[in-house]
Nanobody, 125 residues
Framework: QVQLVESGGGLVQAGGSLRLSCAAS????????MGWFRQAPGKEREFVAH????????NYADSVKGRFTISRDNAKNTVYIQMNSLKPEDTAVYYC??????????????????WGQGTQVTVSS
């Protein structure tokens, strides 16, 4: 069973930065792609970023492209997302997830088998 634990969320002013971490255990980390999703109150969970198992390939939602950077350290079984130039509309609970079946595109939550508990990010205006 894979466990994913996010950390690093908090309250930040617009224009500020945060770095979220997701520590994985229970499975060989380097065999799986990883993703970050977010969910704001009253909205559906949405894709934020994806990173391939090697870390070479990354993908981003248009809304965060150029501001967020996903990375991973396979030696530490950890995936990160650096969030810069934060906006109030980035406020959400952020989840990391382990990619499972390749049947679904990386931006679909259906393609992920394991999820963390989430960490709250609040951006004040």
């Amino acid at each position: 069973q894979v466990q994913l634990v996010e950390s690093g969320g908090g309250l930040v002013q617009a224009g500020g930065s945060l770095r979220l971490s997701c520590a994985a255990s229970g499975r060989t980390f380097s065999t799986d792609g990883m993703g970050w999703f977010r969910q704001a109150p009253g909205k559906e969970r949405e894709f934020v970023a994806h990173i391939s198992r090697s870390g070479i390939n990354t993908n981003y939602a248009d809304s965060v492209k150029g501001r967020f950077t996903i990375s991973r350290d396979n030696a530490k079984n950890t995936v990160y997302i650096q969030m810069n130039s934060l906006k109030p509309e980035d406020t959400a609970v952020y989840y990391c997830a382990r990619r499972g079946s390749g049947r679904y595109i990386y931006s679909s939550h259906l393609g992920y088998d394991n999820w963390g508990q989430g960490t709250q990010v609040t951006v004040s205006s």
